[in-house]
Protein backbone atom coordinates (compact mmCIF):
# COMPACT_ATOMS: atom_id res chain seq x y z
CA UNK A 1 0.00 0.00 0.00
CA UNK A 2 1.46 3.90 -0.79
CA UNK A 3 1.95 6.11 1.81
CA UNK A 4 0.07 9.43 1.57
CA UNK A 5 1.75 12.22 2.92
CA UNK A 6 -0.11 15.11 4.40
CA UNK A 7 1.22 18.08 3.00
CA UNK A 8 1.32 21.63 5.03
CA UNK A 9 2.91 24.64 3.63
CA UNK A 10 3.63 27.72 5.99
CA UNK A 11 3.13 30.88 6.45
CA UNK A 12 6.95 31.97 5.51
CA UNK A 13 6.17 29.55 1.96
CA UNK A 14 2.60 31.03 1.78
CA UNK A 15 3.84 34.61 1.94
CA UNK A 16 6.46 33.71 -0.91
CA UNK A 17 3.28 32.20 -3.50
CA UNK A 18 1.50 35.35 -2.61
CA UNK A 19 4.82 37.91 -3.68
CA UNK A 20 4.82 35.46 -6.38
CA UNK A 21 1.55 35.97 -7.84
CA UNK A 22 1.24 39.75 -6.50
CA UNK A 23 4.52 40.79 -8.80
CA UNK A 24 3.18 39.04 -11.98
CA UNK A 25 -0.69 39.80 -11.58
CA UNK A 26 0.33 43.32 -11.95
CA UNK A 27 1.31 42.57 -15.72
CA UNK A 28 0.32 39.43 -16.96
CA UNK A 29 -2.68 37.66 -14.79
CA UNK A 30 -3.63 34.87 -16.99
CA UNK A 31 0.84 34.34 -16.28
CA UNK A 32 0.35 34.45 -12.64
CA UNK A 33 -2.99 32.36 -12.40
CA UNK A 34 -0.94 29.63 -14.48
CA UNK A 35 2.15 29.87 -12.42
CA UNK A 36 0.08 29.86 -9.36
CA UNK A 37 -1.76 26.54 -10.85
CA UNK A 38 2.02 24.75 -11.47
CA UNK A 39 3.43 25.74 -7.95
CA UNK A 40 0.24 24.36 -5.82
CA UNK A 41 0.36 21.41 -8.77
CA UNK A 42 4.13 20.26 -7.82
CA UNK A 43 3.65 21.04 -3.67
CA UNK A 44 0.40 18.71 -4.19
CA UNK A 45 2.45 16.27 -5.67
CA UNK A 46 4.34 15.63 -2.83
CA UNK A 47 1.90 13.47 -1.41
CA UNK A 48 2.55 10.48 -2.61
CA UNK A 49 6.43 10.73 -3.24
CA UNK A 50 8.20 13.50 -1.54
CA UNK A 51 11.73 11.61 -1.70
CA UNK A 52 11.54 12.82 -5.55
CA UNK A 53 13.21 16.01 -4.49
CA UNK A 54 16.75 16.84 -4.07
CA UNK A 55 19.12 17.68 -1.10
CA UNK A 56 19.06 21.52 -1.37
CA UNK A 57 22.77 21.78 -2.38
CA UNK A 58 22.88 25.27 -0.28
CA UNK A 59 22.40 23.89 2.56
CA UNK A 60 24.05 20.39 2.43
CA UNK A 61 27.19 22.77 1.39
CA UNK A 62 26.75 23.65 5.17
CA UNK A 63 25.71 19.94 6.58
CA UNK A 64 22.29 20.71 6.51
CA UNK A 65 20.65 17.47 4.72
CA UNK A 66 16.92 17.61 6.35
CA UNK A 67 15.39 19.44 3.59
CA UNK A 68 14.62 18.84 0.03
CA UNK A 69 13.38 20.88 -3.04
CA UNK A 70 11.38 20.30 -6.06
CA UNK A 71 11.19 22.38 -9.32
CA UNK A 72 8.38 24.15 -10.43
CA UNK A 73 9.84 25.72 -13.67
CA UNK A 74 11.74 28.80 -12.01
CA UNK A 75 11.09 28.17 -8.62
CA UNK A 76 12.43 26.31 -6.33
CA UNK A 77 9.88 24.40 -3.55
CA UNK A 78 11.69 23.86 -0.50
CA UNK A 79 10.43 21.29 2.13
CA UNK A 80 11.37 18.86 4.77
CA UNK A 81 9.43 15.27 5.58
CA UNK A 82 8.62 14.09 9.01
CA UNK A 83 6.92 10.94 9.67
CA UNK A 84 3.96 11.37 7.50
CA UNK A 85 4.48 15.11 7.08
CA UNK A 86 6.09 17.06 4.51
CA UNK A 87 5.94 20.97 5.84
CA UNK A 88 7.07 23.08 2.44
CA UNK A 89 8.80 26.31 4.09
CA UNK A 90 9.70 28.30 0.92
CA UNK A 91 9.08 28.78 -2.51
CA UNK A 92 12.06 30.94 -4.15
CA UNK A 93 13.15 31.76 -7.66
CA UNK A 94 15.79 29.66 -9.00
CA UNK A 95 17.12 32.35 -10.93
CA UNK A 96 18.37 34.52 -7.98
CA UNK A 97 21.66 33.46 -5.89
CA UNK A 98 19.57 31.96 -2.85
CA UNK A 99 22.23 30.90 -0.37
CA UNK A 100 22.17 33.61 2.08
CA UNK A 101 18.42 34.10 1.53
CA UNK A 102 17.87 30.28 2.11
CA UNK A 103 20.23 30.17 5.49
CA UNK A 104 18.31 33.48 6.30
CA UNK A 105 14.50 31.93 6.19
CA UNK A 106 15.62 28.86 7.40
CA UNK A 107 17.25 30.42 10.77
CA UNK A 108 13.81 32.37 11.09
CA UNK A 109 11.96 28.83 11.57
Do not use: C
Request: aromatic share 10%; glycine share 2%; hydrophobic share 35%.
Amino acid sequence: MKTTYKVRISRSAKLDLDEIISFYSQERIDYAKNVMLMIKKSIQSLKTFPEKGRIVPELSDHNIHEYREILSSYWRILYKIENSDVFVHAIIDGRRNTEELLMRKLSRR
